[in-house]
C-alpha cells in the first residue's frame, strides 16, 4: 500500500505542475491536489476502491484486501490582491494554527476506530517563505521525527520539487 500511495503522489505532482503553470500556484488548494492524487492512484491501479470524504477522512483506500486512510495537508501561501491592485493580506501563512491543524490530523488517524492497517497524511508544502518571521512550513515540517503517533516520514521526490516538498507520513 505505501508503494502505491508514493506513486500515486509522484503522478499527482505531473498533474499537479501543468495545472499549477496554467492557473497560478497560489491558485491550487488542497481539494485539487488530492484529486490529482486520486486520478494518479487509479491510473495506477484500476481496482483500488477509493471513498473521498469517508467518514471524517480525507480519503480511503481499499485495495488487495488492505484498507488506507489518508489525510491530506497542503500549505502554500496565498497573497490577496485588491480591486485597484495593490498587495493585499496573506493568506495561508505558517504558524502554530497550521501545526496544530497537522498534529490534529496525526491524533485523529492515530485514535480511529475502524479495522485500517495503513493510515497517512500526505503533507505537501511550499519550501521558500516569503516573509520575515519565526515561522516558515520549512521550520515546522522538515525535520519531522518519529514522535507524537508518527513511526515513518518519507520524503516523496517529484517533478515540483524545487518548489513544493511532499512527505509521507505513516502514523502508528
Not at 37 to 55: N, R, S, V
Request: charged content about 25%; proline content about 2%; aromatic content about 10%.
Amino acid at each position: 500500500m505505501r508503494e502505491l500511495v508514493e506513486q500515486a503522489a509522484s503522478g499527482a505532482f505531473e498533474r499537479l505542475r501543468p495545472h499549477a503553470q496554467s492557473v497560478d500556484l497560489g491558485n491550487v488548494d488542497e481539494s485539487t491536489f488530492r484529486s490529482f492524487f486520486l486520478a494518479a492512484l487509479k491510473e495506477e491501479c484500476p481496482g483500488a476502491h477509493c471513498q473521498t470524504e469517508w467518514h471524517t477522512f480525507d480519503l480511503l483506500v481499499q485495495h488487495a484486501g488492505l484498507n488506507a486512510l489518508i489525510e491530506f495537508k497542503f500549505l502554500v501561501m496565498r497573497r490577496t490582491q485588491e480591486l485597484d491592485g495593490r498587495r493585499g493580506h496573506w493568506k495561508g501563512e505558517a504558524g502554530t494554527q497550521n501545526e496544530d491543524e497537522f498534529w490534529a490530523c496525526v491524533k485523529k488517524l492515530r485514535e480511529q476506530r475502524y479495522p485500517v492497517k495503513h493510515k497517512y497524511v500526505l503533507l505537501v508544502y511550499q519550501k521558500s517563505y516569503p516573509l520575515r518571521s519565526k515561522y516558515s512550513f520549512a521550520k515546522s515540517y522538515d525535520n519531522l521525527a518519529h514522535d507524537r503517533g508518527i513511526s515513518t516520514v518519507t520524503d516523496i521526490q517529484h517533478c515540483m520539487g524545487e518548489t513544493l516538498a511532499c512527505k509521507l507520513i505513516e502514523v502508528a
